[in-house]
Structure formats: C-alpha cells, structure tokens
C-alpha cells in the first residue's frame, strides 16, 4: 500500500500574523513616564563674599526618614504647610518708615518673622529616606503658596490670574501676536518680582 504523505502546514501567513501582533501590543502598551518637578534652575553666580541672612527670613522645612514634618523647629502636617508658607512670604515685618517697606503685604507684620517677600527664602531639607511622594508632595505644596500669593496681585494688578496667564503663555496662545506676548512677559516678570521664588534646597540628610 503507497504511503500517503505527510500533509504540511502552511507557515505563509505566519510573519504576517506576527507582524500584527507586534503592532498591537506596541499600540496598546502604556508605557510610564518618569515624574519630576518642572524648575528652571538659576544660572551660575560667582559669590565674591558671604551673604549675610536673618534667621527670621529663613522659613525652614525638616523632612524626616518617617514623612514627617518639622516647620520651623515645630511638628506641623503636611494640610497646614502651605499656609504657613504664606503667612511667612506675606509677613512684610519692616516698618513702614523702612525703604524696604512692604505696602502690599496683607501679613501679620510680625517683626520677627520676614521682613520683605524679596528677602524670605524657604529652605527644605529631607532625609535621604524621605519618600519621593511625600518630597514632591512639600514641594507642591510650597509652590502653590507662591502661587496664591502671585495670583492674588495679578487679580489685583491686572484682573487676572498669574498661573492661568502663565500657562497660557507656556502653550503659546499668543505666538500670533508678538506684541500681545511680549506685555503679558512683561506683567508676569513684574508679578514674580512681587514674590520671587525662593526655594532653596539644603543637602540631603544621610543619617
């Protein structure tokens, strides 16, 4: 009896079947993005001599390895940061016969806290096993205190608000009017002059 022959497998359509499947897993595979805080750092500047700065005009925030926070040598939570931030930055301690007198600050003008939002600086220190939610979280947190207070004058000054001008400016709204562009650059710098960001990294702790 003949042997009947083993029938084959048509692989013909294997490289397209496999070439499917690769676009389909790279189209519906989500790949994570890695997050960080959006900061431009100041460029570098030759210190001729030491800088003298008050205690008073040094809010500092303590990190520990436990997420917990120490805010000027006090136990404070994380919900209460931000509002302590801005007490210090809208302070406005100098008198009023002083030439750095604040006349916009609407703070307690304690005269042993901050003198002037342009002399306040926020220092943040965290042990180097602090968690980066709770790093990013205190971050967060001391610059919205930033941005209320900019968003305040900006509604003040100019009936807008700093951080929706700001990130319209970012997604280039106004690209097609240079002129428009250039005036809203113009109130945002003013605006930034008004509380300029200060926030000053300490170096990690390592025990």
């Given amino acids: 009896m003949a042997r009947r022959s083993t029938p084959e497998v048509n692989a013909g359509s294997m490289a397209d079947i496999a070439f499917l499947l690769l676009i389909f897993f790279l189209v519906t595979t989500t790949i994570e993005k890695d997050k960080g805080i959006a900061r431009n750092l100041p460029p570098k500047v030759e210190q001729k001599e030491d800088i003298n700065i008050k205690k008073k005009n040094l809010f500092e925030v303590l990190v520990n390895k436990d997420d917990q926070l120490l805010v000027e040598e006090a136990p404070m939570k994380l919900k209460d940061l931000r509002q302590a931030a801005i007490d210090f930055l809208d302070n406005g301690g100098f008198p009023s016969s002083d030439p750095g007198y604040c006349n916009y600050c609407k703070g307690k003008r304690d005269p042993n806290s901050s003198d002037n939002p342009d002399k306040a600086i926020i220092s943040v220190k965290s042990d ?20 209320f207070l900019r968003n305040r004058e900006s509604q003040r000054l100019y009936g807008w608000k700093y951080t929706d001008m700001k990130k319209q400016l970012d997604e280039g709204a106004f690209k097609n009017t240079p002129v428009k562009e250039e005036k809203v650059k113009e109130k945002l710098k003013k605006i930034q002059e008004l509380f300029p960001l200060k926030l000053s990294e300490a170096e990690t702790k390592k025990n």
């Avoid at 971050?139 to 930033?146: D, I, P």
């Fill in 128 to 147: 180097r096993l602090t968690s980066y939610k709770t790093y990013i979280a205190v971050q967060n947190e001391l610059v919205a205190a930033y941005n």
